[in-house]
C-alpha cells in the first residue's frame, strides 16, 4: 500500500474515527484503524464491537492496499504534523510496519493483519429513511441529559427512538433515567412508519452530537431491530442497539395536572443556579413556593445559610410549595430554546410537565423531591 | 432393614411382607429411657453443654466456688465440684427423673430467675453416660450419692462429702454411640467447654472459678466483688489484660431495661465474632438480636471484616423475655426486641463517641515491640562491601550537589513552640508536621503522631452525618415506581419496617405479596441500582432485623464526600491549624480512627520511648 493524503484532511477523518476505540483494549486489534487505500480514495475504519464508524477521504492512491495501526498513537502523529503537509503511508516490506511519512518526519508504526480486524456491518437493514441533520440533532440534543447512567437498567442507557402513528406521523425520541423524562417528536420522515421501537445506546448518541457537526443537510438511517446505522455525508455509524424493552413512559406523562405556571426562562434558570449556591449537598432540593403571580424559590442548608429569590410569574392557581432537584431543573431549563417556559403542576408528590412555549414537539417530566 | 445376601427371586416379595409389617406396627408410648436418649441430643450436644449444665445448676444452689475438671475432652470425666445448697436423700432420688427440678416454685415459667428450669439436665446426662452425684446439705449428717449409668437408676448410697455436690460425669455418650462419632479433637472439645465456663464466670464475678484440664495449666478466677469494679476486673481476668485499657465502660438504661458491661475500642477489633459475649439477665446468651445490635452500632467504625471485643450485660424483668426457646438456652425471646436494640445501640454509640475519640495503645505496643530487636543489627558491614560503595558513591557523591537546591516553595517542617497549657490535653501541643502528612505533637507524658488526612476525613465524615440526622435525608419521588420481588417472607419484613426506611428517605409499600413497591429514594444516591438495593436490604433484614445496608450507602456517600472535602496528605499545616485540628480531634465523636477503621493517631508515652531506647 503506497499513497499520499492531505494531512488536514487526514486529522479531521482520524479525529471522527479515533474516538471510538477504548483507551485500554483487551483485545489488541481493538486499539487499532483499519486503513485501506481502494479506487475512492482512503477509508478509515474503527470499531469497539458495539460501535463501528467508518470514513472516506480523497487520497492520492499509488498502491492499494490495506492494514491496521494503533488509533490513538497515528491520531496523535499527525495532529503533530506541520500543517499543509503532505502525508505518505507506506506498508513496509516486510508488511508488519507502516511507514509515516511527512516532510522531514518518518515514522514506522506496527501493524496487526487487517484480515483480524472485526466487522460489524454486516447484515441486512431493512428500515431505510432519511432525516434533516437538524432535526435530527435535536432529537438527540434534547433527550441526552435524561439517558440514565445506572446500569442494571440496561433499558434505560439510551434514547428510545420510535414511530408515532397518526395525523400526522411523528418519529419520537424518549430518554429517561427514572426522576425525569424527555420526549421529543419531529414530523415523521418518509419511510419511518413500520419501524420498530429501537433503543440507541449512550456512546451511540454521544458520537452523533459530535458527528452531526461536520454532516451535510441529511441523515440517512437504515435500521433492523438489532442494528441502526446513520450515514452523515462520508462518515457511516454502525451500531449495534439495546436489546431490551423501554418502559411503557406513555403512562408517566401527566395529563390533568391544571396549575399553569409560565416563568421567563432566562431569569428562572439564573435564579435556580443562584439559589442553589448554597446546597452544598449533593441532590439539594430547591423549594418552589407560589402564589398568584409570585414564584419565591428558596434553598436552605444548616450547614451554611439559606438562600430565596423572588420572580415575577404567570400564575393564578391556588398556592402551592413544592420541591425540586435544583440540577434536574438546569439541565431542562437549558433545553428550553424560547423565552418562557410552561410548567404544569398538580400537587408536590406528583409529575410535574415542563415545556417549551414557543416550540412544540419536545416536552419534560420531572418528579418532584420530597421538601 | 437388611437385605438378605444371595439373592433369590422370593426377594422382592419377603421385602413387602416386612414393610407391611413395619407399617402394621401398634402405636405405643416410648420407654422413658429412649425419651430420655431423644431429650439429651437436644441438651446435651458436646462435653461443653454438659459442662454448662452443670456448671448452671452449682450457680443455681448458691456456690461461692466451682471447680470443672475434664479430662480426654471431658469425654472421659467432667466433675463438676461446688460448695451450695447441697440436696437432701429424698431430693437426690428425684433429681435425676425427668421434668424433676426445685427451680420452678410456682410454676411460672413467664418468670425464670434462675438460670436452669426444665429439669431435663441430669436425667439427659444420665441416659448417656455414667453420672455419679454425691451430695450433703449443710446441716444432714452425712451425704449420699447416686449412680445412673446409661438411664438405669441406681439406689441412694450413704457417702462422704463436705457440704455441697460433686457430680462426675464418665464416658459421655458411651450410651449413644453415634454421637461420639460427632465429636471433635479432644482439644477442641476442652476448649469450647473452658469457653463455656469462661462465659459462665464473666457472668457471675463474685463466684470463684476453677477450671483444669489435662493439656493446660489450671485456670483460677479469684472471687470479686459484684460491683462495676469487680465485673471489669473479671473480664480483664478472663478476656486478656490488655482489654482493659482498650476498653470503654458501657452503661444505658430504658423502660425498666438496663444495660452495663464493656466495649473494645474500634481499634482494638478481632476478625471473629467469638470475642462477643452477653448475657441476659445473667445468663449467657448468643441472640442474633444482640449479635445485629452490635453490628449496627460499629457499623460505620469498623471495616466489614472485623469485629469487635464486647461484653453486654441486659438486665430487664423476667417477664419481657422468654428464655424457654431452645433447650440449650442459648436463644431467647424478646417480648421488646426493638428496645432491646435501639437501648444497645444507643449506649455503644454514646459510649464509643466519647471513647472512640481514643485509638487503642495496641498500635504504639506494636511499635515498641517491633523496634527493640534491632539493636546491634549494623554491625556486620564487612570492608569488601564498604570498599565497592565507596566508588559507586563517588558518582551519587556528584548527584548530590543537585539534591540541595532549594525547592521554590518553602518545603520545611513547621516547627511550633509548645504552649504550655496546650501540653495538657488529651492529644497535647503540635510541635511538628513531618512529610507533610503527619502531626507529631507532644503531651505532657508522651509523643502523638496524628494521619492528618485520616484524622479531617473523620472530622468533615462526622459533620455531614451529623447533618443527615438533624435535616433527614431529602427524597427524590420517582417518575417509575420500581417493583421488587423479594419473596413473601422477606417483602413483609420489609414493608414492616417502612416508617424506619422512611426516614432514610427510602419510602416503599407492599405490592402484592412478595414484592414491595419503591416509590421515593434517598436523593443522595443519585442514579443507583434500587433493585440491589432494596435486596440487600431484605435479606439483611431477615438476618439482623435492621437497615444497615441502606445506612452504609449512604454513609459510604457522606465518606467519599468528606474524603474529597478533607485536607490531603501532602497539604502543608500551620502551626495553629495543627492545634486547631488537634483541639476539634478532642471533641469529636469517633475521632479516634478513620472511617475505614484504621486509627488517626498513635501515642506513644514517654515511658514507650524510654523502652525503645533501652533506659527501662
Known amino acids: ?371 | 432393614m437388611i437385605f438378605p445376601a444371595p439373592f433369590n427371586p422370593f426377594f422382592l416379595l419377603e421385602f413387602c411382607a416386612r414393610l407391611a409389617q413395619v407399617f402394621h406396627m401398634p402405636v405405643r408410648q416410648l420407654s422413658e429411657a429412649v425419651i430420655n436418649r431423644i431429650a439429651a441430643g437436644e441438651v446435651v450436644e458436646r462435653p461443653a453443654s454438659v459442662v454448662k449444665e452443670l456448671v448452671e445448676n452449682a450457680l443455681d444452689a448458691g456456690a461461692r466456688r466451682i471447680e470443672v475438671v475434664l479430662s480426654g475432652g471431658g469425654q472421659r470425666l467432667i466433675r463438676v465440684t461446688d460448695d451450695g445448697a447441697g440436696m437432701t436423700p429424698q431430693d437426690l432420688q428425684l433429681a435425676v427423673d425427668r421434668h424433676a427440678t426445685s427451680k420452678l416454685p410456682d410454676d411460672d415459667l413467664n418468670s425464670v430467675s434462675t438460670l436452669g428450669f426444665r429439669g431435663e439436665a441430669l436425667p439427659s446426662i444420665g441416659a448417656v453416660a455414667k453420672l455419679s452425684i454425691i451430695t450433703r446439705t449443710k446441716d444432714a449428717a452425712n451425704a449420699s450419692e447416686i449412680v445412673v449409668d446409661g438411664g438405669r437408676k441406681g439406689a441412694v448410697r450413704p457417702a462422704a462429702l463436705g457440704a455441697g455436690t460433686r457430680i462426675e460425669v464418665r464416658d459421655l455418650f458411651y450410651a449413644t454411640p453415634a454421637r461420639l462419632k460427632f465429636m471433635k479433637s479432644e482439644r477442641a472439645e476442652t476448649a469450647t467447654a473452658v469457653e463455656a465456663v469462661k462465659r459462665l464466670a464473666l457472668a457471675r464475678p463474685d463466684v470463684t472459678f476453677v477450671i483444669a484440664a489435662e493439656d493446660r495449666p489450671p485456670i483460677t478466677y479469684a472471687a470479686q466483688s459484684d460491683s462495676a469494679e469487680g465485673r471489669l476486673a473479671r473480664m480483664a481476668d478472663v478476656l486478656g489484660a490488655d482489654l482493659k485499657e482498650n476498653a470503654i465502660a458501657v452503661e444505658g438504661e430504658r423502660e425498666g431495661v438496663k444495660l452495663s458491661g464493656i466495649a473494645g475500642l474500634p481499634t482494638f477489633s478481632r476478625a471473629n465474632s467469638l470475642s462477643q459475649y452477653f448475657f441476659v439477665n445473667g445468663r449467657p446468651v448468643r441472640d442474633k438480636v444482640l449479635l445485629g445490635a452490635v453490628r449496627g452500632a460499629y457499623a460505620d467504625l469498623l471495616h466489614g471484616d472485623r469485629h469487635p471485643v464486647v461484653a453486654l450485660f441486659v438486665t430487664l424483668d423476667p417477664r419481657e423475655v422468654d428464655v424457654n426457646v431452645h433447650p440449650a438456652k442459648t436463644e431467647v425471646r424478646f417480648r421488646d426486641s426493638g428496645l432491646i436494640r435501639a437501648l444497645i445501640v444507643r449506649s455503644l454509640q454514646d459510649a464509643l463517641g466519647t471513647g472512640a475519640r481514643r485509638a487503642s495503645t495496641t498500635g504504639a505496643t506494636r511499635l515498641v515491640s517491633f523496634a527493640r530487636p534491632h539493636r546491634g543489627a549494623r554491625g556486620h558491614v564487612s570492608w569488601r562491601g564498604s570498599a565497592a560503595s565507596l566508588r559507586s558513591g563517588f558518582a551519587e557523591a556528584a548527584q548530590e550537589a543537585f539534591a540541595h537546591f532549594e525547592p521554590s516553595a518553602d518545603a520545611r517542617p513547621s516547627f511550633a513552640l509548645a504552649a504550655p497549657d496546650l501540653l495538657d490535653k488529651p492529644l497535647g501541643a503540635a510541635r511538628a508536621q513531618v512529610h507533610e502528612t503527619y502531626i507529631v505533637a507532644q503531651t505532657r507524658d508522651g509523643l502523638v503522631i496524628v494521619d492528618q488526612h485520616a484524622a479531617h476525613e473523620r472530622l468533615v465524615y462526622e459533620k455531614l452525618k451529623a447533618a443527615m440526622e438533624r435535616d433527614g435525608v431529602a427524597r427524590q419521588i420517582l417518575l417509575v415506581p420500581a417493583v421488587v420481588e423479594l419473596g413473601p417472607d422477606n417483602a413483609a419484613a420489609l414493608v414492616e419496617r417502612a416508617a424506619d426506611l422512611a426516614k432514610m428517605g427510602l419510602v416503599i409499600e407492599a405490592f402484592g405479596s412478595g414484592a414491595v413497591l419503591v416509590r421515593e429514594q434517598p436523593a443522595l444516591l443519585g442514579d443507583t441500582d434500587i433493585e440491589a438495593l432494596i435486596r440487600d436490604l431484605a435479606e439483611h433484614m431477615a438476618e439482623w432485623d435492621a437497615a444497615l445496608p441502606l445506612e452504609r450507602r449512604l454513609l459510604a456517600v457522606a465518606s467519599s464526600m468528606s474524603c474529597h472535602g478533607s485536607v490531603r496528605a501532602g497539604r502543608r499545616l500551620k502551626p495553629d491549624e495543627m492545634n486547631a485540628l488537634l483541639r476539634e480531634m478532642e471533641t469529636t465523636d469517633y475521632a479516634g480512627q478513620c472511617n475505614h477503621g484504621r486509627p488517626t493517631y498513635i501515642e506513644l508515652k514517654l515511658s514507650d520511648i524510654e523502652k525503645l531506647f533501652g533506659r527501662r
Open chain 1, 1 to 371: 500500500m503506497k499513497v499520499t493524503v492531505e494531512r488536514a484532511e487526514l486529522l479531521k477523518s482520524l479525529s471522527h474515527v479515533h474516538r471510538v476505540v477504548e483507551r485500554r483494549n483487551t483485545i489488541p486489534i481493538l486499539a487499532n484503524v483499519l486503513i485501506k487505500a481502494g479506487k475512492s480514495g482512503l477509508e478509515l475504519k474503527a470499531t469497539d464491537l458495539d460501535l463501528e464508524v467508518v470514513e472516506t477521504l480523497p487520497a492520492e492512491v499509488k498502491t492499494a492496499g490495506s492494514t491496521t495501526v494503533p488509533a490513538h498513537m497515528i491520531y496523535d502523529i499527525v495532529r503533530k504534523l506541520p500543517e499543509g503537509s503532505q502525508v505518505e503511508l507506506t506498508s513496509g516490506s516486510d508488511r508488519g510496519t507502516l511507514a509515516v511519512k511527512a516532510g522531514r518526519s518518518r515514522f514506522s508504526l506496527q501493524t496487526l493483519p487487517e484480515s483480524d480486524f472485526p466487522d460489524l456491518a454486516a447484515g441486512e437493514l431493512p428500515h431505510k429513511f432519511s432525516v434533516a441533520t437538524s432535526d435530527l440533532k435535536r432529537l438527540v440534543d434534547k433527550t441526552q441529559f435524561a439517558i440514565s447512567t445506572e446500569e442494571t437498567r440496561y433499558y434505560l442507557n439510551g434514547i428510545y427512538l420510535h414511530a408515532v402513528e397518526g395525523k400526522p406521523a411523528k418519529l419520537r425520541a424518549v430518554a429517561t433515567d427514572g426522576h425525569r423524562l424527555a420526549q421529543v417528536e419531529i414530523a415523521a420522515p418518509k419511510g419511518v412508519t413500520g419501524m420498530p421501537g429501537v433503543i440507541v445506546p449512550r456512546k451511540t448518541v454521544s458520537e452523533i452530537q459530535k458527528l452531526v457537526e461536520d454532516a451535510g443537510e441529511e441523515v440517512e438511517i437504515e435500521l433492523s431491530p438489532a442494528k441502526i446505522r446513520f450515514s452523515l455525508g462520508k462518515v457511516t455509524l454502525t451500531s449495534k442497539l439495546i436489546d431490551g424493552t423501554f418502559p411503557d413512559y406513555g403512562r408517566v406523562i401527566p395529563a390533568g395536572n391544571d396549575k399553569t405556571l409560565v416563568v421567563e426562562k432566562a431569569d428562572f434558570a439564573n435564579a435556580v443556579d443562584r439559589v442553589s449556591t448554597v446546597s452544598s449537598e449533593r441532590g439539594r432540593a430547591v423549594k418552589l413556593s407560589l402564589a398568584s403571580g409570585k414564584l419565591t424559590l428558596s434553598v436552605t442548608n444548616p450547614d451554611s445559610g439559606s438562600a430565596t429569590e423572588e420572580l415575577e410569574v404567570e400564575y393564578s392557581s391556588d398556592p402551592l410549595d413544592i420541591g425540586f432537584n435544583s440540577r434536574y431543573l438546569l439541565d431542562i431549563a437549558a433545553q428550553i430554546e424560547g423565552e418562557k417556559a410552561e410548567l404544569k403542576l398538580a400537587d408536590p408528590g406528583s409529575p410535574t410537565l415542563l415545556q417549551d412555549q414557543d416550540a412544540a414537539g419536545a416536552l419534560y417530566v420531572l418528579m418532584p423531591m420530597r421538601v
